[in-house]
């Protein structure tokens, strides 16, 4: 019988270490570092008759290999389809993580009742009555869908090779453990396994995986980094618990793009998708308020129209604040100093509070004039007309910058019904055709002129 061999993994970044020792060094957290047993006792294997046949792989020349097409599945979710990159790839292993309550098992049940395939859902944290009672909320209710309450792998595949099914659901990687592994659930050792275990079981039988992936506290998914390295897509749900809207952003996909983003609102019978993001984005007010100005923004190939309102105000305590909500704190530090020393408003003893509306971070440099325009707007407590919106970066030197895909961004305005586009002279606009008003600046002291005149 082969020794039993033991090492330390830090439950916090998944760091293996030679010894037991207080503080992790790569995280610098303190007792984290716990003992696990890694000597396996059989071959880690999730159906020990796949492998009676060896598979020789040869090298080819690249202009000797064949390109296959990925057979996708739909999802009938648009959102969650064009953030895949079209949809579920076969033999593909999903990975969702994201706070506990925002919604991931929702998303994923929902999705399994609509797929039109044979879907496994497997749930090691609840039990099918709950299961049943979350799914008779949801719409679209599929016959197809099979749901199992199970931890152990050896189980979930003897249950996989009888069902056989084209989707498997896994709620969540964190609950499962192998028998060969001697350590408790949700251990470094365990979910290496565990995933490795699934990952082979998808590509040996074209069967795509989605997998729940829980998050610590840093807002990282739980367990060894390599478990994001071993999946092919990573995706991450979030959104602000005082709002109802999710936003899905992939951050690893190897079939398509990670640029591309899916918005939902969460209601009592599920997630709605929601195909018009300007929507929930832009506030709703009867009268033009000062301080607010409307920015054209783009997240991935998909243009938006977001509300940024601004506060500036005389510092009472001496010490100006400055703080944002959705937007880089440290930027709007530099847009302040461009507006003091460049286009000489001054700024610097006056409180500052910046927030994006809607519940979402932006970095789309695209969003400074905007950002610039509520700034001055609060500052001289002037309205701007809500029909103006903004795409443009703010230089240091004071200048208006050209961004990426305008025409975009203004096709997209002009079918919200904005009446004015402004942004760089610079941009290199390929349509002149446009119904809406394109105002070009180059400096901040032309917009403000153009604004407030």
């Known amino acids: 019988m082969a020794k039993t061999k033991t090492t330390y993994f830090c439950q916090n970044c998944g760091a293996q270490h030679a010894k037991w020792v207080g503080q992790c060094p790569n995280c610098k957290e303190w007792n984290t570092v716990v003992e696990e047993v890694v000597q396996k006792e059989e071959k880690r294997n999730w159906k020990s008759s796949l492998n009676s046949q060896k598979i020789v792989s040869k090298p080819l020349k690249i202009q000797e290999i064949k390109l296959n097409t990925e057979e996708r599945i739909q999802t009938k979710n648009n959102e969650l389809d064009t953030v895949l990159g079209g949809g579920l790839v076969k033999g593909s292993v999903v990975l969702l993580g994201g706070e506990p309550g925002i919604g991931k098992s929702t998303l994923l049940l929902q999705i399994a009742l609509q797929i039109t395939e044979k879907v496994l859902y497997v749930s090691g944290e609840e039990s099918q009555s709950q299961i049943k009672m979350r799914a008779e909320r949801l719409a679209n209710q599929n016959s197809n869908c099979l749901v199992l309450t199970e931890t152990n792998t050896q189980q979930i595949f003897r249950n996989v090779e009888e069902v056989e099914p084209d989707v498997l659901v896994i709620d969540s990687i964190q609950t499962l453990y192998t028998n060969n592994i001697e350590a408790s659930p949700g251990s470094i050792s365990q979910i290496k396994e565990t995933s490795a275990e699934l990952i082979k079981f998808a590509k040996e039988t074209n069967t795509p995986v989605l997998l729940i992936g ?29 709002h109802t809207y999710r936003i899905l952003r992939s951050q690893k996909n190897r079939f398509g793009s990670t640029a591309e983003l899916g918005i939902y609102e969460m209601l009592s019978d599920g997630l709605r998708e929601v195909t018009n993001p300007s929507e929930i984005l832009i506030s709703k007010k009867d009268t033009d308020l000062s301080g607010t100005a409307i920015a054209s923004t783009l997240e991935g190939v998909r243009p938006l129209m977001i509300e940024i309102q ?83 970066e703010v230089g240091l030197a004071g200048e208006i910058r050209p961004v990426p895909k305008i025409d975009q961004r203004i096709v997209e305005a002009e079918k919200l019904g904005y009446k004015t586009f402004v942004t760089s002279k610079y941009n290199k606009i390929s349509s002149k055709n446009h119904s809406i008003k394109l105002i070009l600046v ?11 005149a």
């Open 214 to 242: 829980h998050i610590n506290k840093e807002g990282n998914i739980a367990g060894p980094k390599i478990l994001e390295h071993m999946v092919d897509v990573v995706l991450q749900f979030e959104g602000d618990r005082n």
């Open 310 to 392: 601004a506060l500036v105000s005389t510092a009472v305590y001496g010490t100006p604040q400055r703080s944002t909500t959705g937007y880089n704190l440290k930027r709007l530090h530099m847009i302040l100093a461009v507006l003091e020393k460049r286009a000489g408003f001054k700024l610097g003893a006056k409180d500052v509070f910046l927030n994006v509306t809607g519940g979402i971070y932006i970095d789309d440099p695209a969003i400074d004039l905007a950002v610039v325009a509520a700034i001055l707007s609060s500052n001289q407590d002037i309205a701007i007309n809500p029909d103006v919106c903004f795409a443009a």
């Open 442 to 452: 180059g400096k901040i002291e032309e917009a403000f002129a153009t604004l407030f």
